[in-house]
C-alpha cells in the first residue's frame, strides 16, 4: 500500500476506507503476487476436503477481502472506538487480572488483530507486545505509527525482546506475542498435525511463562461485518503443572491445543492462509 494511497484513505469514511483496501488487494494479488492464490486454494482442501471448488474460490475471496481490510482499516482506525465498531466478549474478567499478576496475551491472525490496541488503550490496559517488522519500509511506519498511536510498546523479536519481555512480566504487565506465524513462507504455527517444535513463538511463550509464572489469555478477533468487529478475550489459563524440568515440546503442543481450534474456525480470515504447512524439524 503505498503512501499516496495510505493518504487517501486517511480522508474517507471508515467504512470506505476498509472497502477500498480491499479492492486494491482483491484486483492486484493475481498479477503482483500471483503465487497467493493457489497456496491459499490447497491449504483451504487440507483444510476443508469436503468444500466444493465454488466454496473454496468463495474463501479465497474472504482471504483477500480481509487481507486487503485490514490495510485500509490501518489508515482510520483511530477512529473505530468513538464510532462504535467493536463487540467485546471478556473484557472485564480480563481487567480483573490485567496489571495483579504477569500475563502472555495470544493475539491471533484473524479478523484485524490491530484493534486490540485501541481496545486496551481505551480499557486502561497498557501493552507491550513482541513485534517483527515488516519488510516494506512504508508498511513498517505504517504498522509502528499505529502501535505507537495506541500507547503499545514494541519488542524485538530475538533475545534482547525475550529478555525485555520477562521484565516486564515480572513487572505484571500484559504482553503480547503472535503464536501463530510465518517465516520465509514457512507456518510456524499453529501445528494442523505436524511435530511440535522449538523454532517459534509457541516455545517462546513457554519459555517466558515457565520462568515468569505468567498465565496466557487468547485475543482474536472476528469481522462479523464489513468493517465491524467481535473481539474476545478468553479466561486465563496456565501451563501445566511439572515436576523437575519442563519439557518445551510438551508445553508447545499444550498451547497449540488452545490456538489452533480458533483459528481453524476462521480460517478463511487467517492471515497466514497461504503459508506452507511443510513439516518443520526441531
Not at 466444493?52 to 468463495?58: C, G, V, Y
Not at 479478523?111 to 497498557?126: C, R, S
Not at 510438551?250 to 497466514?272: K, Q, S
Request: charged share 25%.
Amino acid at each position: 500500500m503505498s503512501a499516496l494511497l495510505h493518504g487517501l484513505m486517511k480522508r474517507m469514511p471508515s467504512d470506505w476506507a476498509s472497502a477500498f483496501g480491499s479492492f486494491i488487494v482483491r484486483k492486484s494479488v493475481p498479477y503482483t503476487r500471483p503465487g497467493i492464490i493457489p497456496n491459499a486454494k490447497a491449504n483451504l482442501k487440507r483444510h476443508k476436503p469436503e468444500a466444493t471448488e465454488a466454496e473454496l474460490e468463495a474463501m479465497v475471496a474472504q482471504f483477500l477481502d480481509g487481507v486487503g481490510r485490514l490495510m485500509g482499516e490501518y489508515a482510520v482506525m483511530e477512529r473505530f472506538i468513538a464510532e462504535g465498531r467493536f463487540e467485546v466478549e471478556g473484557l472485564e474478567a480480563f481487567r480483573a487480572v490485567a496489571g495483579q499478576e504477569p500475563i502472555i496475551a495470544f493475539g491471533l491472525h484473524t479478523g484485524n488483530w490491530e484493534t486490540f490496541g485501541p481496545l486496551f488503550q481505551h480499557a486502561g490496559i497498557p501493552l507491550t507486545s513482541f513485534y517483527a517488522p515488516p519488510e516494506d519500509p512504508f508498511e513498517r511506519e505504517i504498522a509502528e505509527t499505529s502501535r505507537a498511536n495506541f500507547g503499545v510498546e514494541l519488542l524485538s523479536p530475538d533475545a534482547s525482546g525475550a529478555r525485555e519481555g520477562l521484565r516486564r512480566l515480572r513487572q505484571k504487565r500484559v504482553v503480547m506475542i503472535f503464536p501463530d506465524e510465518a517465516r520465509g513462507g514457512q507456518s510456524m504455527a499453529p501445528l494442523f498435525g505436524r511435530a511440535p517444535h522449538d523454532k517459534g513463538n509457541l516455545a517462546i511463550a513457554a519459555r517466558l511463562a515457565r520462568h515468569s509464572g505468567a498465565r496466557f489469555v487468547i485475543c482474536h478477533s472476528e469481522r462479523i461485518a464489513p468493517c465491524r468487529f467481535k473481539l474476545n478475550i478468553s479466561a486465563p489459563f496456565a501451563l501445566p503443572m511439572v515436576s523437575g524440568k519442563a519439557d518445551v515440546l510438551a508445553d508447545v503442543a499444550y498451547l497449540n491445543g488452545f490456538i489452533e481450534p480458533v483459528i481453524a474456525r476462521n480460517i478463511p480470515r487467517w492471515y497466514f492462509l497461504d503459508d506452507s504447512l511443510a513439516e518443520i524439524s526441531s
